[in-house]
Structure formats: C-alpha cells, structure tokens
C-alpha cells in the first residue's frame, strides 16, 4: 500500500507517480486527512482542500493512466447525527452532520463535545480532554459503559435500566421519581442540592448562523414533521389550522425535518406558502423559531427548541406524555400550551427509557402492523382544529 511519505497525493505530481509506477487495473481511493468531527469543524479549510485535491487529482491521473475502475471511500462524518444503521447512500441529505453550534454560547456554563458511537475519532477526541470526575446519566444507562471506558471515577444513573447490564458500571443508582414529573425535573434530581432557578431565555446564548431566514412580517411556524409517523397530525387539518391562524394576521411557514418535504406537499401542494424541508441547520432553525410569532408542531423536538428559544408553542401530544415530555417547573414561564385527549384507551403504557414506571401513561408502540405496533395514530387524529385554535387564541390573546 502507498504511503504518504512516498506519494503526497495532494500534490499532482505525486498523483501522477503513483498512477505510472503501480500501474492499477483497479484504484481503491483510502488516502484522507481525518479527525473526527471536532477536527473538521476547528480546520474547516485545510481538510477541504487536501481531500479534495488528493481525491480529484488522483481520479483524473487515474483516468489519464488508464485505470479500469477507480472507487472512492466517503466518511461517516458527512451523514446525519442520527442515521439508520447500516448506512444507505440514501441517507447522506437526511439531515445535518452535529448540533452542538447550539451550545457554542456554553449555556449554563456547558461545553458540548459532540460523540458519535459509528465514529471512533470522536471516542479519541473525548479521551483526549482532561478526565472528568463525575458521569451523569440523566436517560440510557448503556453510555455507562461509555463514562468507564473514559476512566470516569463515578458515574450517577436512574435506577431501573433494562436490561441490567446496562447498569453494571453505574455506581450510584437513583430511584425514578415516584410522583407525575416532568423529565427536566427527574434528570435533575440525579444531582444533589436545592431546586435551580426557572428558565430564562438569556440563560442559553443564540448561536450563530451564516443562514437565517428571511421571513417579511409577522409569521406562524407549523411544523409538520415527526419523529414518528404515530405523532403525524392528519393533513386536512393542519391546512384548516393554516387557513385560521392566516386569518389572524399571522404568515404561515411550512417547516419539516430532512426527507419530509412529502408531508407538506401532501398538506399544501401550492407554492404559495414559504416551506422548509430539513433545508436548514438547527442552528438557523433555532433563528427562524426564535423570530416568529409563534410555532405549532407535535411532540418532537422542534417543539423542545420552541421552548428553549422562548417562542409562544402549541404542542400536540399523541403516544407521548404532556406530563413527562412537558415544562415542569423549570420551563413554566415559557409560553406554551399543550393539545391532547387525555386520557386516551392505548395510551396505556407504563414504560419511559426502558424504564417501569407506574404513574407514566404513554404509547412507545412502533408504526406498522403487528404486536406491539400501531397502524394509525388515532390518538393524533382525535385532537381536532377547534381544540388547536383555541389553544393558539389563549396562548397569543
């Protein structure tokens, strides 16, 4: 195998050796400047130009030589933070690389350090910072394996994991709150200490965005997207919710995450509304939310950014809990409403985070047919207009 020593691929003339001294019938193209995320986002421009140039140099000294086939090897970096696996080609325009611009402002004094399971660099980016005393696990214990690995000398999780290995290396297990919380409230309490202060949006520094939207006027955002097709609100609705909130004077944008442009084509085929499709980042998301007058949108996350960014929300609860996935005491001056029929016959589940729970009710079954699935999100289809509207009307009057 040619070495960088022998053969600097960024230089053309290096390419060109490599391809007359081997002579390939078939070039298999490895060579990368590589570091993991946190590495390309701190040398953005040097590691752009040296893959670029080693990869078009090569492949067109490969075709001047000759060469039969030449395949070229991508990184898992250029894929979504969340990607099915195994990774399909697919995938690669599902959504953007990392979030944590959003936490360049270090809210609350926190430094984000992004880590990816699929990307080893990231582990070793990890292992390079000074060690860390204390590993608190405020969801899946399973990142206790992760905290061990990283010589953390304690880590703090909630009890009650499955299956248990998950919990082998936590040293201090705490009880899952026994009363209806809020989950912002049950992860703090895996630290000791009186209650912190309610939430204030100048707490969380916006971050900085080269693409913030351009909206003109006073403007609604609907998103439309989920996580899940079980928390997807039926289309003939969220047109009529259009129509009314127009009525109050308000723009309506059509927003959805990466590969759900269908949703809104199914809900408003026209072009008349602005639309955007998993065609920003989270941090110009965050500037576009934060703009509006206000933002409707089921239970995901867009609708936890609306919180945090402090934007008038009307939340639309399905399968999930408005109780555990709602302000709680620490989110309560933030402006918000949330919509569901509550109870509701399935959603009947006492489980959160593989978690037994007596007090939860939610619905954690999967979409499609079969045990444990659910085929139609009747739960979402129970929630009508007039109980979004005057949820609208109470939270913006």
């Known amino acids: ?13 290096a390419c060109r050796a490599l391809v007359a001294d ?10 990368a400047r590589v570091g993991g995320i946190g590495a390309n986002r701190e040398n953005p421009g040097s590691f752009f130009f040296d893959n670029l140039m080693m990869g078009v140099q090569l492949m067109e000294e490969a075709r001047l030589g000759g060469v039969e086939k030449f395949v070229a090897v991508g990184t898992i970096c250029e894929y979504p ?23 360049e402002g270090r809210p609350y ?59 082998w290396p936590v040293d ?16 703090a309490e895996l630290v000791e200490g009186p209650a912190t202060l309610p939430y204030r949006t100048d707490a969380w520094p916006a971050p900085s965005s080269h693409e913030k939207p351009a909206i003109a006027g006073s403007y609604a955002v609907l998103h439309v997207g989920a996580s899940s097709a079980l928390k997807l609100w039926p289309a003939e609705r969220w047109r009529a919710l259009a ?22 084509d199914a809900i408003d085929p026209s072009t008349a509304r602005a639309r955007i499709a998993g065609t920003l980042p989270l941090a110009a998301m965050w500037h576009l939310i934060a703009n509006a007058n206000l933002l409707v949108c089921p239970d995901t996350g867009i609708a936890h950014l609306g919180r945090v960014v402090g934007v008038p929300t009307v939340t639309l609860f399905g399968p999930g809990s408005q109780l555990i996935c709602g302000p709680g005491e620490f989110f309560a001056n933030m402006p ?42 009747r739960c979402m289809e129970a929630i009508d207009t007039a109980a979004v509207m005057a949820a609208v009307d109470d939270l913006t009057s």
């Open 1 to 13: 195998m040619p070495r960088k020593r022998d053969y600097d691929l960024v230089q053309r003339e």
């Open 22 to 31: 081997t002579r390939p019938d078939i070039l298999v193209h490895l060579a």
């Open 81 to 103: 933070k969340i990607t099915p696996v195994p990774f399909s080609e697919d995938a690669l325009w599902d959504g953007y690389p990392e979030d944590t611009p959003l936490y």
């Open 109 to 167: 004094g926190v430094v984000a350090h992004a880590f990816d399971p699929r990307d080893f660099a990231t582990f070793r980016k990890l292992r390079a910072l000074p060690r860390f005393d204390l590993a608190i696990l405020p969801a899946d214990n399973r990142w206790s394996w992760l905290a061990r690995a990283l010589s953390i000398p304690w880590i703090v999780g909630i009890a009650g994991d499955r299956p248990a290995h998950k919990n």
């Open 172 to 187: 201090e297990v705490v009880p899952y709150s026994s009363v209806p919380t809020a989950f912002c409230e049950t992860a």
């Open 243 to 264: 129509d009314a909130i127009e009525a109050r004077g308000l723009a309506v944008v059509w927003s959805a995450g990466p590969g759900e442009g269908a949703i809104i």
């Open 336 to 377: 918000g409403r949330a919509v569901a029929v509550d109870p509701f016959p399935c959603r009947d589940q006492t489980v959160q985070f593989f978690r037994e729970v007596a007090w939860a009710r939610r619905c954690e079954r999967l979409y499609g047919e079969g045990a444990l699935r659910c085929a139609r999100a």
